[in-house]
């Protein structure tokens, strides 16, 4: 078997920085709580844990003097609360959802409806309304802005309407997207802005995966399946034809899978690098026994 790697895969600089701001923490403070999963990766969770960190779901939970905000942020109204109550905040929000954070608050400073083109039930889409209070929504669903004009009446229609996007979503989605809310709602707008907030590890990671996925049997996509970018991944070399798993580790490699000429690899931006080269190792150890 010919294995081919992705040339962008694997932890971001976003993903970097705050697993180094967690790992200094922890050796200062020997243990904290962490509001939600560091990164979506349970390797990389699982290592802190054995480190003394604990996930928690919210303030309420916490027991530690010192909480940190993972890469993928929290709401405006959350940081303030965890200082108030005395808590030494360690904010390892990446630089990149920060630009998005504090664009939307901006846009609803202005008195935008800002639109996210996001999962509303994802962690950093969360946050980020968290930073715009009453005035943001966030829909993978054009239709979803369009029924929202349809059914508010005329005087409380907003005037001016701002669209961003999760940083991990897909650049042709979000073109097409926008595209379908410009179409029907331009000429009832004052004002449309439109942010692309893609962040550029994301974009790379995805443009170096499809250029193997064209020309390859089979495409390994490595990371957490709770990771948005690393399921996105998998759902673009699904998109390009070509047959696609995606794992977390290398455990789950199936033998009908051997059996391929070549194999691409990729793998999310939350992945540590000894997760992927066990998956590669093991490939290969495995199709040598074919
Ligand atoms: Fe940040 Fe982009 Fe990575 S938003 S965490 S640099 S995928």
């Not at 664009?103 to 935008?112: H, Q, W």
């Not at 209070?133 to 029924?147: F, K």
């Not at 005329?154 to 979503?169: D, M």
């Not at 059996?259 to 040598?288: C, F, H, M, N």
């Amino acid at each position: 078997m010919r294995i081919e790697r992705a040339s962008e895969m694997g932890f971001c600089f976003g993903v970097r920085r705050s697993v180094k701001l967690v790992a200094e923490a922890l050796q200062r403070y020997g243990g904290l709580d962490s509001l939600g999963p560091t990164v979506h990766n349970q390797e990389v969770v699982s290592a802190f844990t054995r480190q003394g960190m604990r996930v928690v779901e919210n303030l309420n939970q916490v027991r530690s003097k010192v909480i940190a905000i993972p890469a993928h942020g929290a709401g405006r109204e959350v940081i303030e609360e965890a200082q108030k109550r005395g808590l030494e905040v360690i904010d390892t929000t990446c630089p990149m959802v920060r630009r998005v954070q504090t664009t939307a608050a901006e846009m609803s400073e202005r008195e935008f409806l800002v639109v996210i083109f996001g999962e509303s039930n994802h962690t950093e889409v969360k946050g980020i309304l968290g930073w715009v209070g009453e005035r943001g929504i966030a829909t993978m669903d054009s239709a979803a802005v369009l029924n929202l004009f349809r059914n508010t009446c005329a005087e409380e229609l907003p005037s001016r309407l701002g669209i961003l996007s999760q940083t991990t979503q897909n650049r042709s989605q979000f073109a097409h997207f926008v595209s379908q809310i410009i179409e029907a709602l331009l000429p009832n707008l004052r004002e449309l802005q439109v942010i692309n907030t893609i962040c550029d590890a994301t974009w790379k990671r995805q443009q170096s995966a499809l250029e193997i996925a064209r020309r390859v049997d089979m495409m390994l996509v490595i990371g957490g399946r709770n990771s948005a970018n690393t399921r996105r991944l998998a759902e673009i070399c699904t998109a390009a034809g070509v047959e696609t798993h995606h794992i977390e580790v290398a455990s789950e490699i199936e033998d009908s899978w051997l059996r391929r000429e070549t194999t691409g690899i990729t793998a999310g931006a939350s992945t540590p690098d000894y997760v992927i080269e066990e998956v590669i190792a093991s490939l290969r150890e495995k199709a040598q026994d074919i």
